[in-house]
């Protein structure tokens, strides 16, 4: 590993030294000592300018993000390029929904207060790519949260690397980040073909199998750069689901699907005109190993038959990670109405603020609520404490994300499975799957 930077070893503007020496105030002081030092663990030689950042660390983890954000707060912090926030720890708009402490609360609150008075924008969501002016082909940004930076290099093009708490906020006070990584075009090529094309059709343009093919991905690939070829008719929340869960087995920052996303037009141009580090033909015992990944209860995996499906309780039913679009809500909405949850069933949807007030718009949220569904914004039932459930059930999702997170961070078990197949589990109480979608 390279030997941490200084401001002698890592080329610097002129506004870059100013900020550095605090003529522009010590939040800004702060913020371009931390890039430099990240300079030197990345290995980058100099920064660069971005237009925009998405940031994670609004969300209250611990005391040290609090801490972090009241020192920027008091140096006079404000972020110099467009900012928007991930989710944090509270719906704000219905606080009624926390179910945790009055300390947690008052600590996530005051956390997300802090970024707030910086100047960032407060839409809350793990998914800006749908909620606000995005990012254009080629644009420089420093995004954090897993699923948001895979969407925004893969689906947009934009350039951002993988960035995590503190760094992020830096980056959006000084407009500036270090020059590695996914910022250039020639850690942009595509590493690992695999290969979809020996599969049924039928399984290839399954939306709701997006998830279980982006976790075989990440699972196989790590934090190289998969191109996937032979994938079909995957429309924009299909790629946000896959995307979210390769960056939720693996490392996944980018990746080519050829023919759908921006950089892969043919597979050549995936492979930056040069040659696969490693060719994977994926075979439906493939695809079916990605499912069981996916479900952490025996009964609900291969081998397992309807007789042994019948016998899993389904306590929980979470959906929206990430964060329901309206597209989204569109096609849940006729479900639930001919099967509403049971009573006995627990059923939430993340969402974002601008998709709330489309439901608000067309009468739809009242609706919902009357049927049994929770929606829940500007935070997620994994990382903040929303359920009312007591831990130690199942919890069933069509989210390859959530199905990752929701056993150590919820302390449920996981069954995963199509948006169908999740509301007529709820309405059921048990598992309910159409096993002529699955292959």
Same mark, same amino acid.
């Given at each position: 590993?390279?030997?941490?930077?200084?401001?002698?070893?890592?080329?610097?503007?002129?506004?870059?030294?100013?900020?550095?020496?605090?003529?522009?105030?010590?939040?800004?002081?702060?913020?371009?000592?931390?890039?430099?030092?990240?300079?030197?663990? +990345?290995?980058?030689?100099?920064? /660069?300018?971005?237009?925009? &950042?998405?940031?994670?660390?609004?969300? +209250?983890?611990?005391?040290?993000?609090?801490?972090?954000?009241?020192?920027?707060? *008091?140096?006079?912090?404000?972020?110099? !390029?467009?900012?928007?926030?991930?989710?944090?720890?509270?719906?704000?708009?219905?606080?009624?929904?926390?179910?945790?402490?009055?300390? #947690?609360?008052?600590?996530?609150?005051?956390?997300?207060?802090? +970024?707030?008075?910086?100047?960032?924008?407060?839409?809350?969501?793990? =998914?800006? +790519?749908?909620?606000?002016?995005?990012?254009?082909?080629?644009?420089?940004?420093?995004?954090?949260?897993?699923?948001?930076?895979?969407?925004?290099?893969?689906?947009?093009?934009?350039?951002?690397?993988?960035?995590?708490?503190?760094?992020?906020?830096?980056?959006?006070?000084?407009?500036?980040?270090?020059?590695?990584?996914?910022?250039?075009?020639?850690?942009?090529?595509?590493?690992? !073909?695999?290969?979809?094309?020996?599969?049924? @059709?039928?399984?290839?343009?399954?939306?709701?199998? /997006?998830? =279980?093919?982006?976790?075989?991905?990440?699972?196989?690939?790590?934090?190289?750069?998969?191109?996937?070829?032979?994938? %079909?008719?995957?429309?924009?929340?299909?790629?946000? =689901?896959?995307?979210?869960? &390769?960056?939720? $087995?693996?490392? !996944?920052?980018?990746?080519?699907?050829?023919?759908?996303?921006?950089? *892969?037009?043919?597979?050549?141009?995936? /492979?930056?005109?040069?040659?696969?580090?490693?060719?994977?033909?994926?075979?439906?015992?493939?695809?079916?190993?990605?499912?069981?990944?996916?479900?952490?209860?025996?009964?609900?995996?291969?081998?397992?038959?309807?007789?042994?499906?019948?016998?899993?309780?389904?306590?929980?039913?979470?959906?929206? $990670?990430?964060?329901?679009?309206? @597209?989204?809500?569109?096609?849940?909405?006729?479900?639930?109405?001919?099967?509403?949850? *049971?009573?006995?069933?627990?059923?939430?949807?993340?969402?974002?603020?601008?998709?709330?007030?489309?439901?608000?718009? #067309?009468?739809?949220?009242?609706?919902?609520?009357?049927?049994?569904?929770?929606?829940?914004?500007? %935070?997620?039932? !994994?990382? =903040?404490?929303?359920?009312? %459930?007591?831990?130690?059930?199942?919890?069933?999702?069509?989210?390859?994300?959530?199905?990752?997170? *929701?056993?150590?961070?919820?302390?449920?078990?996981?069954?995963?499975?199509?948006?169908?197949?999740?509301?007529?589990?709820?309405?059921?109480?048990?598992?309910?799957?159409?096993?002529?979608?699955?292959?």
């Amino acid at each position: 590993m390279a030997a941490a930077t200084t401001p002698e070893t890592v080329e610097l503007t002129d506004h870059d030294r100013a900020m550095l020496a605090g003529d522009c105030g010590e939040a800004a002081a702060v913020a371009m000592r931390i890039l430099i030092t990240m300079a030197g663990v +990345y290995g980058a030689e100099r920064l /660069l300018d971005i237009e925009g &950042a998405h940031i994670d660390g609004c969300l +209250y983890h611990g005391d040290s993000g609090v801490d972090f954000a009241e020192l920027l707060v *008091a140096g006079g912090a404000r972020v110099n !390029v467009p900012t928007t926030l991930n989710v944090g720890g509270l719906d704000l708009l219905h606080p009624e929904e926390f179910a945790g402490t009055a300390e #947690r609360r008052a600590k996530a609150l005051r956390l997300m207060e802090c +970024y707030e008075e910086m100047g960032c924008r407060t839409i809350w969501t793990c =998914a800006p +790519y749908q909620t606000t002016p995005r990012p254009a082909f080629g644009q420089q940004v420093a995004w954090a949260e897993s699923n948001a930076i895979v969407f925004a290099n893969s689906v947009l093009g934009a350039r951002t690397h993988r960035y995590g708490d503190f760094i992020d906020i830096c980056a959006a006070i000084t407009g500036r980040a270090p020059a590695v990584g996914l910022h250039l075009e020639k850690n942009r090529r595509g590493q690992v !073909v695999f290969d979809f094309r020996g599969l049924p @059709r039928s399984l290839t343009s399954a939306t709701w199998l /997006l998830p =279980a093919i982006g976790y075989l991905v990440g699972e196989r690939c790590g934090s190289r750069v998969p191109v996937l070829l032979g994938l %079909t008719d995957a429309d924009e929340d299909g790629l946000k =689901a896959l995307g979210a869960a &390769a960056a939720s $087995s693996g490392a !996944v920052a980018l990746f080519h699907a050829v023919g759908l996303t921006p950089e *892969a037009p043919t597979l050549e141009a995936a /492979l930056g005109g040069g040659e696969a580090e490693e060719w994977i033909e994926v075979t439906v015992d493939d695809l079916r190993a990605g499912l069981d990944s996916l479900s952490t209860v025996a009964a609900a995996q291969e081998g397992a038959g309807p007789e042994c499906e019948a016998d899993v309780r389904i306590n929980v039913v979470a959906l929206g $990670s990430p964060h329901f679009s309206p @597209r989204e809500f569109a096609e849940l909405l006729p479900l639930v109405e001919r099967r509403p949850p *049971a009573s006995s069933v627990e059923f939430v949807v993340c969402t974002n603020r601008q998709a709330l007030e489309w439901l608000e718009a #067309r009468g739809e949220l009242e609706h919902l609520r009357g049927l049994g569904v929770r929606v829940v914004v500007d %935070t997620c039932v !994994v990382v =903040a404490p929303i359920l009312r %459930t007591p831990a130690g059930g199942i919890l069933m999702t069509n989210s390859g994300k959530f199905s990752h997170y *929701a056993p150590g961070n919820v302390g449920f078990d996981v069954v995963f499975g199509s948006l169908s197949d999740c509301v007529d589990s709820a309405h059921a109480g048990r598992l309910r799957r159409d096993r002529e979608l699955w292959p």
